[in-house]
């Protein structure tokens, strides 16, 4: 299993871009989640899906910020527009979604500046 | 509602000493515990987990207690090694919603 793939892995942009994040989650998981890191802030969970279906996106900073899953294998992230305290390691994770305290599996990590 | 508090780092500590890294938990139900670690440049990944209390999880000589009484779930290793040497997360998950909480994270850095 290639385990959870994210594009880019970096992503240097000026202020007042659009930025779009990719993830591709583990074949057969159910449970997709949006994370950031910074250092002020630690790890920070954005939003998280349940069978592509958005359930909880009270972490999503503000409007600037979309996230969707049109299918079990593909969700984004979108910030539009960029700013520079964007910037961060934004981490997707996907959890085979029993719902029994299971183990979530991380991306690598897109690394994103915004100038 | 469900929250983590683990140790401030960073820690620093010599080659074969022993690591205690502290995590307590508040939570409404019985949650799973786990610990992840982060190694530079990368993703987090999961070292160990406990399901329920009592439930002891290990792995690469690291281990943690799920203890209820106490609320703890605090990390041991009798004897680090440079390779050791990364962040390390303390995380509960509340079953119930798929509600997934991680703590500040633990810098540790092991020195030869």
């Known amino acids: 299993d290639a385990g959870v793939i994210q594009s880019p892995r970096h992503e240097v942009t000026e202020m007042g871009q659009e930025v779009t994040l990719r993830c591709k989650p583990i074949?057969?998981?159910?449970?997709l989640f949006w994370y950031r890191q910074t250092m002020m802030r630690g790890l920070e969970l954005l939003i998280y899906?349940?069978?592509?279906?958005?359930?909880?996106d009270s972490g999503m900073p503000e409007d600037r910020f979309s996230a969707k899953m049109p299918n079990a294998s593909f969700s984004t992230l979108k910030i539009q527009p960029s700013e520079p305290r964007d910037s961060a390691v934004y981490f997707c994770?996907?959890?085979?979604?029993?719902?029994?305290?299971?183990?979530?599996?991380f991306g690598p990590g897109t690394r994103l500046l915004v100038l | 509602g469900n929250s983590v508090t683990q140790m401030e780092g960073p820690v620093t500590l010599s080659e074969e000493a022993f690591l205690t890294i502290n995590c307590t938990y508040t939570?409404?139900?019985?949650?799973?515990l786990f610990w992840y670690v982060q190694y530079p440049g990368e993703g987090l990944q999961l070292l160990l987990k406990?399901?329920?209390?009592?439930d002891k999880g290990s792995n690469k000589g690291f281990e943690a207690t799920y203890r209820k009484e106490t609320t703890s779930f605090h990390l041991e290793k009798g004897s680090v090694q440079v390779s050791d040497s990364a962040v390390y997360f303390c995380?509960?998950?509340?079953?119930?919603?798929?509600?997934?909480?991680f703590g500040a994270g633990t810098r540790l850095t092991v020195k030869p």
């Open positions: 994770a996907s959890e085979p979604g029993g719902g029994k305290g299971e183990t979530q599996y």
């Open positions: 074949s057969g998981h159910n449970s």
């Open positions: 899906f349940n069978n592509n279906v958005p359930i909880d």
């Open positions: 939570a409404t139900g019985y949650p799973s």
């Open positions: 406990a399901t329920k209390a009592d």
């Open positions: 995380a509960l998950s509340d079953p119930r919603n798929n509600d997934m909480r």
